[in-house]
């Protein structure tokens, strides 16, 4: 898969710099993921949860951290939207 968005997760890091290792092990399996579908996902990450338009959280830290993004299984491209705490999650509008 291709990232797009990175730069969202370089500035969650900044602020969150107990997640970085965490969300750069996320970034390094999903550049490395040829996911097909939601299953291959659910597969590598039980947790995650699906939503309408391929949009999948993924959890990071224990659920401590989200990660929002689009998925594009024909063109093999993540969209990064959103990286925040969980409690910035819950205000989220999708």
Same mark, same amino acid.
């Given at each position: 898969?291709?990232?797009?968005?990175?730069?969202?997760?370089?500035? !969650?890091?900044?602020?969150?710099?107990?997640?970085?290792?965490?969300? %750069?092990? @996320?970034? =390094?399996?999903?550049?490395?993921?040829? @996911? +097909?579908?939601?299953?291959?996902?659910?597969?590598? =990450?039980?947790?995650?949860? !699906?939503?309408?338009? %391929?949009?999948?959280?993924? %959890?990071?830290?224990? +659920?401590? =951290?989200? $990660?929002?993004?689009?998925?594009?299984?024909?063109?093999?491209?993540?969209? $990064?939207?959103?990286?925040?705490?969980?409690?910035?999650?819950?205000? @989220?509008? !999708?």
């Amino acid at each position: 898969m291709r990232a797009h968005g990175v730069g969202i997760l370089d500035d !969650f890091m900044r602020r969150h710099a107990e997640a970085r290792e965490q969300v %750069n092990a @996320w970034l =390094y399996e999903v550049e490395r993921a040829e @996911w +097909k579908g939601s299953r291959d996902i659910k597969e590598r =990450y039980p947790s995650a949860s !699906f939503l309408s338009d %391929n949009r999948v959280i993924f %959890n990071i830290k224990g +659920k401590k =951290y989200r $990660i929002a993004v689009q998925v594009s299984y024909k063109h093999q491209i993540v969209l $990064i939207d959103r990286c925040g705490t969980h409690a910035e999650y819950s205000k @989220w509008k !999708f």
